[in-house]
């Protein structure tokens, strides 16, 4: 379609600069004329006529810039310079306001019309012919004698006039306009209309009309004369015109036509685009209106799904946090509870039954929570197997928080073994702080979660203000610890290890202290933790390595006694790839012969994460660091690890030796694990040693070594020198 406008348009202008020339439509030669009295009398007193016209019918008289303009002013112009007769226009909307204007003698003519009316007025001799289309629905057979429903457009009336007198056997049906009229016919509504080829070049498209065409071969050829009033105007006025329009050549229908396309007279305006193209139009607004919604609701249905979880359906954390704090900014006055609940060991779930059964129980989880709760508060699935709940801390929810602890989940809905449950709270009442960072107290529900112990683990624990400051302690410390490690405030103390059978210091512990400008020395039992938390340990441990590696390469220097230096391994290095490598290369940088140094990892890690524990021992291994499982005896200690482990020294836990001075069992116990590790090559050492009676047991016991304060208490570098180069 629009390619073929442009096209359309270069053929009729090569075409008309063929054929039309000024002179052929504005033949302009005056005739040489004999009037009748009747004429003459027209002539004499009609110098100025009053001539209705439509301001809306392009191409044939249409109002634009304060004027008429048109197939038709133009031809009465004509009309006008040959008789003298001036033509002044009224304009008209319908065929009914022709009466009033002739009766009331408003108007004496028609600029252009078909046929008479009502013997209101009588036509001229036609000035041109106007060719109209027959326009049909595709496959109906049309003909000039059958009867056919006709749709008009109801202010065309030399349509309607010349249908009445040629084709009475056809009913008009009127129509708004020709797009009407068009629309009436596709829908069966009438059977045929009929259009100009203007009409159908600038106002309507038929493409847009599947069942709907042109009929080949069928035109209605229209005469279009100047209708004069037979109230106002004596018949000599209307022969009078005849004499002069019979003398000019037909104003031929096409030129014309294509005279006024061709010379971009009328462009029509969007607004009449619109009208014309209603159809288009709301088509595209519908698209436009499809698309929008189309978007509204994708949009909605991302928003929600960016919002929810898509297992559980609930919240998801985000959306969760965001509403809670909401809730918390629209009563500032009341008080709310932010709950934290998992499952205990969940991960043995999903290990023991697999993943699917595992969502399955979370499923579970959180639709036993959304009954507990609905409608008085908020809940929401976290991560892995943590569901959040926020509501108003009223008597009634804290009753809604014990049932949550209480929660009956089986696993499968079928074993009887419920799940353990453990719900943490923190109160919550508005402040800044809750405004900018409600997740801090999801933290501290977190923390009061994590404090419950017992068995099997559930139950539910409320954040208390002891917790509190030691939340606030740690906040204090995590802003300065690194700034702390950098200025050297991390020091490290040497505990000596003693051989039991001549009491001389046979090695060292490095253990770290922080010696914090205002808070003092600080023990790492303060700190170890929440670096363990926060990852910053992996930094302490490699400094404590460094230290102690430079401590060692400087006594190798010196020529001094060199006695092997334990360093303790945190969990945080389980899952590094680097650790080992990065070891051994401090090591190579002081060149320290890995059997003075030893790497004391605790027995707990082995509970957790078994495999990267036992990967992290063979990568040690490996590479010739001495190994030692410290805090043995303090978990699920478990005598396989022994078999399986590469481990060179075994320390018993103090809280193993505690119990020995009054415990037979304990005793009996440490005696066997001394044995035992001793038949298959591993050391003993035992640490926690504080008497003489505890020293003398693991003597007689065949321990190999001891570490304690009965021997010595963690000291600085120096008191260590001082304490081994002294020694006989
Ligand atoms: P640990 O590895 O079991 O260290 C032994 C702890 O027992 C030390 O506590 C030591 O001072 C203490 N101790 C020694 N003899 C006795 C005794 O006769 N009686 C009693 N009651 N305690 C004794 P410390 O130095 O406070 O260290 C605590 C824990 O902090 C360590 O336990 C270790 O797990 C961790 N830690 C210490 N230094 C480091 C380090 O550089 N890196 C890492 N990752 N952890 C460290
Ligand atoms: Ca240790
Ligand atoms: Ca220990």
Not at 339 to 350: G, I, P, S
Not at 468 to 495: C, H, V
Request: overall charge negative.
């Amino acid at each position: 379609m629009k390619r073929t406008i442009p096209i359309i348009f270069i053929f009729l202008l090569i075409f008309s600069e063929l054929v039309y020339a000024e002179g052929t439509i504005y033949n302009s030669a005056a005739p040489e004329i004999a009037f009748t009295e009747e004429e003459q009398y027209a002539i004499d007193n009609y110098k100025e006529l009053k001539v209705l016209i439509k301001g809306d019918s392009y191409p044939f008289s249409y109002y634009e810039n304060g004027e008429y303009k048109g197939i038709y002013p133009d031809y009465l112009d004509n009309i006008s310079e040959l008789s003298g007769i001036k033509f002044t226009y009224v304009p008209y909307e319908s065929d009914e306001q022709i009466e009033s204007y002739f009766t009331l003698g408003k108007a004496d003519a028609i600029a252009g019309t078909y046929g008479g009316w009502q013997g209101l007025y009588n036509v001229t001799e036609p000035y041109t012919i106007l060719e109209y289309n027959v326009i049909a629905r595709v496959n109906e057979d049309i003909s000039k004698d059958k009867p056919h429903t006709v749709a008009v457009s109801g202010t065309d009336i030399a349509v309607k006039n010349y249908i009445f007198e040629h084709y009475p056997n056809w009913s008009i049906i009127p129509c708004r306009n020709i797009n009407d009229a068009i629309k009436k016919v596709n829908s069966k509504k009438a059977d045929i209309t009929l259009l100009t080829s203007v009409d159908l070049q600038t106002t309507v498209s038929l493409l847009k009309y599947k069942n709907v065409k042109v009929v080949e071969d069928f035109s209605v050829y229209i005469p279009i004369g100047l209708a004069v009033s037979s109230v106002s105007c004596p018949d000599g006025l209307r022969t009078f015109f005849n004499k002069f329009i019979i003398c000019q050549p037909l104003w031929d229908n096409e030129d014309v036509l294509r005279h006024y396309i061709l010379n971009g007279i009328y462009v029509p305006d969007m607004f009449e685009f619109i009208i014309a193209h209603n159809e288009i139009m709301i088509l595209i607004l519908g698209i436009v209106l499809i698309l929008i919604t189309a978007i509204f609701i994708r949009w909605n249905i991302l928003k929600r799904a960016a919002a929810t979880d898509s297992l559980t359906k609930l919240w998801n954390r985000e959306k969760f946090m965001k509403e809670a704090a909401k809730k918390l900014k629209d009563h500032k006055d009341k008080g709310f509870l932010m709950a934290a609940l998992d499952v205990e060991r969940f991960k043995l779930v999903n290990d023991r039954f697999g993943i699917e059964i595992g969502n399955q129980t979370l499923v579970q989880i959180g639709n036993k929570i959304k009954k507990i709760f609905k409608g008085n508060g908020i809940y929401a699935h976290g991560s892995g197997d943590e569901f959040l709940i926020f509501a108003m801390d009223t008597p009634e929810n804290r009753e809604r928080m014990n049932k949550a602890a209480e929660l009956d989940v089986k696993i499968n809905n079928t074993t009887n073994y419920k799940l353990p449950i453990k719900v943490g709270v923190c109160p919550v009442t508005y402040n800044d702080i809750t405004e900018n960072d409600i997740t801090a107290y999801l933290d501290r529900a977190k923390i009061a979660k994590s404090k419950i112990k017992g068995h099997p683990d559930n139950g539910i624990n409320y954040f208390t203000r002891k917790m509190g400051d030691k939340l606030n302690r740690e906040n204090e410390l995590q802003t300065i610890m690194r700034k702390s490690l950098e200025n050297n405030e991390f020091l490290i103390y040497y505990q000596p290890k003693y051989n039991l059978e001549n009491n001389k210091i046979i090695g060292a512990e490095a253990l770290v202290r922080w010696q914090h400008p205002t808070k003092g020395l600080i023990s790492p039992g303060d700190f170890v933790p929440l670096f363990e938390k926060n990852g910053f340990i992996v930094d302490v441990d490699f400094y404590v390595y460094e230290c102690v590696m430079k401590m060692l390469s400087r006594r190798i220097d010196q020529k001094k006694r060199v006695v092997p230096v334990s360093m303790n391994v945190s969990r945080c290095h389980l899952n590094s790839p680097t650790f080992t490598l990065r070891l051994e290369e401090l090591a190579d940088k002081y060149n320290i012969p890995k059997d003075v140094i030893e790497m004391e990892i605790t027995e707990s890690i082995f509970s957790d994460e078994d495999r990267a524990a036992i990967k992290l021992m063979y990568d040690l291994k490996k590479r010739n660091f001495t190994l030692s499982m410290d805090d043995f005896g303090s978990g699920y200690s478990s005598l396989n690890l022994l078999r399986e482990l590469p481990i060179d020294t075994l320390k018993i836990d103090k809280g193993f030796l505690e119990t020995t001075d009054e415990s037979v069992r304990s005793r009996v116990i440490v005696e066997e694990i001394i044995s035992m590790a001793t038949k298959i090559n591993i050391k003993t050492i035992c640490e926690g040693v504080e008497t003489e009676q505890q020293r003398d047991f693991l003597k007689q016991a065949g321990c190999d070594m001891a570490q304690g304060f009965f021997y010595a208490r963690p000291m600085p570098l120096e008191e260590f020198e001082e304490l081994l180069d002294n020694e006989k």
